[in-house]
């Protein structure tokens, strides 16, 4: 929005107008906004990328706790996908773990 519109704007709807058009509600129930930056997550590119069965095979390997159940920890993914020709760091794959990835396929 340019200066002169966002006056505008600003000068023609009262601020309780401004907060009926967008509720609260609506705005929890959407959630924070995400900004994707820089390129797309490389766990959810291989996800996307591979065949089912392997695809599978590796979200069985992320849902796996390490510490709990004695799952994959993040460098031997990253070790045991080389083997697909997926290049992809422990640090990468523990972001997309914990969810702090730019990952569309959440």
């Known amino acids: 929005m340019t200066h002169s519109v966002r006056s505008e704007y600003a000068t023609r709807y009262s601020i309780q107008e401004r907060w ?5 509600e609506t705005l929890v129930a959407a959630g924070p906004p995400r900004t994707r930056k ?6 959810g590119i291989a996800l996307a990328s591979l065949p089912d069965s ?5 979200t069985a390997m ?18 045991a996908i080389k083997g697909s020709g997926i290049r992809i760091k422990g640090e990468t ?7 702090g990835c730019s ?3 959440r």
Do not use: F, M, Y
């Not at 009926?20 to 609260?24: D, E, F, I, T």
């Open 20 to 24: 009926q058009a967008v509720s609260l």
């Open 38 to 43: 820089g390129p797309g997550c490389s766990v």
């Open 54 to 58: 392997e695809s599978i095979a590796l």
């Open 62 to 79: 992320l849902a796996s706790n390490p510490t709990l159940d004695g799952g994959w920890k993040n460098v031997d993914i990253s070790e």
């Open 93 to 99: 794959i523990a972001r997309h773990r914990r969810g």
């Open 103 to 105: 990952c569309e396929s």
